[in-house]
């Protein structure tokens, strides 16, 4: 073979068995894709499997992950506010989770610090909280061969490391039958991802959220897995796991999205995620932008969702009138 032979035959390439995280759910060396529609908990589900690495800790179906390191790179939490309290709680060995801490894109610069930061301080764990966050404005993600070279060389990257892989992406609006192809964006993100998960909330319990499978390419569909998110009595809340249930990713995709308009999708957006405080306009809207709720629906909604605003300075905030 020469220098610059990229193919090769099969007798020259050892098999391998495929090695899980969690068993035919997030495997080791292989991107696996998280998501739904926004402020369901994405993130929340991901710290509580970051914080089971770092300790070894026992997963839904029984069995124990290995106890490793964690890095959580989020463009949407703040790590002194957010990512240390939740992770804290949760029970995680804070010494094996490190987090961005500056800015960062996953072009050839950023690709580059990425790779020193694998070099130095290798994880089992890499959370990507969201992924397009961090791509570079040069990737359009409606274009299949854009985002496929992208998405290429960030996987490349974390095989030759060998981590198991959470990029996180939210839903579009308004259900498509199948749940592969209601990410935003391309369907080339679930093409490249080996294996892709959704969260949703349970059809029979608004407390409950069910972690399903999207997709698998590389084993068995499992059951999908039923979690709460539960309050505790001093500090933040923790997940607690509720069995599994029937429900599939396409069930979950399909519950209630042909009868939800999209003004009433924007009041349940605010109330979701002004309940846990106070918000600047500015972040407000971007969150929204990330959920395909426009400006204009989100000001039609706002008083039915209960919503004021009030100028701090130059910043208007926005929160629910009996905060």
Not at 73 to 91: F, H, K, L, N, V
Not at 146 to 167: Q, T, W
Not at 250 to 265: C, I, W
Request: one cysteine or more.
């Amino acid at each position: 073979m020469t220098k610059n032979d990229i193919f090769r035959t099969l007798d020259e390439i050892a098999a391998k068995e495929i090695d899980w995280l969690w068993d035919s759910l997030i495997p080791y060396e292989k991107t696996t894709i998280l998501e739904g529609d926004p402020e369901l908990g994405k993130s929340y589900l991901c710290m509580h499997l970051g914080a089971l690495v770092t300790t070894g800790g026992k997963l839904p179906d029984g069995s124990r992950v290995d106890k490793g390191n964690v890095l959580y790179i989020s463009s949407e939490d703040d790590a002194a506010d957010t990512i240390r309290p939740r992770m804290e709680q949760m029970g995680a060995d804070l010494k094996r989770v490190r987090v961005l801490d500056d800015f960062l894109l996953f072009d050839d610069k950023g690709l580059v610090r990425l790779r020193e930061e694998l070099d130095e301080h290798t994880p089992d764990l890499v959370v990507i909280d969201t992924l397009y966050s961090f791509l570079s404005g040069k990737v359009d993600l409606g274009k299949p061969t854009s985002i496929r070279a992208a998405l290429h060389e960030l996987d490349r990257l974390f095989k030759e490391y060998g981590p198991a892989v959470i990029a996180m992406r939210h839903w579009t609006k308004g259900g498509k039958g199948k749940a592969i192809y209601r990410g935003v964006g391309s369907i080339d993100v679930i093409g490249v991802a080996r294996t892709a998960l959704a969260v949703a909330k349970h059809p029979e319990n608004d407390n409950l959220r069910i972690l399903a499978q999207v997709k698998n390419n590389i084993g068995a569909k499992p059951k999908s897995f039923v979690y709460e998110i539960v309050p505790q009595p001093k500090g933040l809340p923790i997940i607690e796991w509720r069995g599994t249930t029937h429900y599939s990713a396409d069930d979950l995709e399909r519950q209630g999205q042909d009868d939800q308009s999209e003004e009433a999708r924007a009041v349940e957006f605010l109330r979701e995620v002004l309940a846990k405080g106070p918000m600047p306009s500015a972040e407000l809207f971007i969150r929204a932008a990330d959920a395909e709720i426009s400006r204009p629906t989100l000001n039609r909604a706002k008083r039915e969702a209960g919503v004021k605003s009030e100028k701090n300075g130059k910043t208007w905030i926005w929160k629910l009138a009996e905060s």
